[in-house]
């Protein structure tokens, strides 16, 4: 059991900001994020330095994963050990102590003292930057436009030629940033703008730092001990004056969601596992769009499946949702044709045994925050049916969820 203590008090975005600076400061790694509809943010720090680790969910202690996209036998995903962990709810923030750390009080407290005077700091600090920008977001160019549709088209003809029936493209969009732009405000803005998608910002020295929102869980293992996985697929913009129920699904649309739906059923039918529920599809909003998701649900007592979570993510990822299908053929397309590299964009993030939760996302509508820009990386589900400029403006559709909340960040 964890129990609160030292509480402070501050603007919500200060304690962010005040948190993010000790990080840099002492050079450790940090994590924040938001569950789905939840009020509460937390936030972790390694203070001995992130690790690769595979996850066994069974074995690891309490903390954060991050796997890149590719991670071939799950050996790259890094983690970061939850050495103290900060929950931050109606402008206070208390620390919660978890059991086994009593070798780490002096590093805790070196985090604690450091933090107390970033915030002091930045209490004493001159407001000035109400009113400005925090991107100068140019409109994407031509030359990116007519590369990504050149690869759609190109993953056409070889869903044609019978090389493989899905492949999800994704692309970059660089946005300048201001000088004094401030990653703990987008950060805030990210939690009040998506209170239904998982909100993280991941800061691990010697690799960078990532902040996104997304709208698809992976895996998730809840208290109870119920697993859940999503199969999301699907994607047109929402419109407040138009009801979900009205929501109309293409064929094409509607096969591409029942692509991922059979993958998962296939993950679980290799594992023998019969003993599961499956609801929808359904039409769910996520920001500024709608996707068709179905909810699967696995009662790990009653099956008698304690590492589930652990089997599972191995085969899920990466899902024909960020991927494609088959698999392989699909991963070797993405690599041969798209000209960045995806480093953690459709990789999975999220907590692992945080108060007996673990609930990994598939790292989607996320940017890569670099010194005086930011990358943003979105994708789109490549099938027989797929329109090259249609897959095009659904990826802008979806760097729409980050651009909202930079462009306006004070
Ligand atoms: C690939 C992305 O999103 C995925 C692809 C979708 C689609 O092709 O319709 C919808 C939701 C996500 O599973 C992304 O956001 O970059």
């Known amino acids: 059991m964890s129990v609160n203590q030292s509480i402070l008090s501050a603007k919500k975005s200060a304690l962010f900001e005040a948190l993010f600076q000790t990080a840099q400061v002492q050079q450790v790694p940090l ?58 709810q109606d402008n206070q923030l208390s620390q919660s102590v978890l059991p086994g750390q009593d070798t780490l009080f002096n590093k805790q407290q070196a985090f604690q003292e450091e933090l107390q005077l970033k915030l002091e700091q930045l209490h ?151 003993e599961y529920e499956e609801i929808g599809p359904k039409t769910v909003i996520a920001g500024n769009l709608m996707h068709l998701r179905t909810d699967f649900i696995v009662d790990m007592q009653a099956t008698n499946f304690p590492q589930l979570g652990t089997v599972m993510l191995e085969l899920l990822h990466p899902t024909s949702a960020v991927c494609g299908m088959p698999k392989e053929p699909a991963l070797e397309f993405i690599r041969t044709h798209e000209r960045h590299q995806r480093q953690f964009y459709s990789g999975y993030l999220g907590p692992v045994n945080i108060n007996q939760e673990t609930h990994l996302f598939v790292n989607l509508r996320c940017m890569q925050i670099q010194s005086g820009k930011a990358i943003l990386y979105a994708g789109a589900g490549i099938t027989s049916d797929s329109n090259p400029e249609r897959e095009w403006a659904e990826t802008e559709f979806k760097c729409q969820t980050l651009l909202k909340v930079l462009e306006k960040a004070v």
């Open 124 to 274: 004493q600090a001159v407001p000035g930057r109400a009113g400005e920008i925090a991107v100068m977001a140019a409109e994407s160019s031509p030359e990116d436009r007519d590369y990504f549709t050149d690869i759609v088209a190109r993953g056409r003809r070889a869903i044609a030629k019978g090389n493989f029936q899905k492949v999800v493209l994704s692309r970059t969009r660089t946005v300048q940033l201001l000088e004094n732009y401030n990653p703990a405000d987008t950060f805030y803005r990210l939690c009040q703008f998506y209170p239904q998608a998982f909100v993280s910002w991941v800061y691990i020295p010697g690799i960078g730092m990532w902040m996104g929102a997304s709208p698809e869980i992976l895996i998730s293992i809840d208290k109870q001990q119920f697993f859940r996985t999503v199969s999301l697929a699907g994607t047109q913009p929402y419109r407040a004056q138009i009801p979900v129920s009205r929501a109309v699904w293409t064929q094409k649309e509607i096969e591409e969601q029942a692509l991922v739906c059979r993958y998962i059923v296939n993950c679980f039918k290799k594992i023998r596992l019969r």
């Open 31 to 88: 994590a924040f994020w938001r569950l789905p509809k939840s009020e509460e943010i937390h936030c972790i720090a390694d203070l001995s330095g992130s690790t690769t680790r595979k996850i066994d969910l069974e074995e690891l202690p309490a903390g954060f994963a991050f796997s890149p996209f590719i991670n071939p036998d799950g050996q790259q995903t890094l983690f970061i050990k939850a050495d103290i962990h900060y929950t931050i």
